[in-house]
Nanobody, 122 residues
Framework: QVQLVESGGGLVQAGGSLRLSCAAS????????MGWFRQAPGKEREFVAA????????DYADFVKGRFTISRDNANNTLYLQMNSLEPEDTAVYSC???????????????WGQGTQVTVSS
């Protein structure tokens, strides 16, 4: 069964932090690279970060600027996104996704979660 469920979103003031989690079914998580994407109102979905199955390869969008950290717990089939120094421009629905491959990339994701809302107030 394919399952990706995000949690951890919410309302935070600018400069604050949030930690997003993505609980996955083993079938969806095992041996697959994972990624985080976001979509702001009126904008297209954009890549945020990706991590390979082993965790040895990680990629971030330029706008992350060292503020976000992607990680994974393969024993518990969970993906994380630690977000620090949040800005109002980070307001969006954040979704996790799984590739049908162990290699981290910015596109070609096969499975998607429903997303969790992150709102950053100024």
């Amino acid at each position: 069964q394919v399952q990706l469920v995000e949690s951890g979103g919410g309302l935070v003031q600018a400069g604050g932090s949030l930690r997003l989690s993505c609980a996955a079914s083993e079938r969806t998580f095992r041996n697959n690279a994972m990624g985080w994407f976001r979509q702001a109102p009126g904008k297209e979905r954009e890549f945020v970060a990706a991590i390979s199955w082993s965790g040895s390869n990680i990629d971030y969008a330029d706008f992350v600027k060292g503020r976000f950290t992607i990680s994974r717990d393969n024993a518990n089939n969970t993906l994380y996104l630690q977000m620090n120094s949040l800005e109002p421009e980070d307001t969006a629905v954040y979704s996790c996704a799984a590739r049908a491959s162990q290699f981290a990339r910015r596109s070609s994701y096969a499975y998607w979660g429903q997303g969790t809302q992150v709102t950053v107030s100024s």
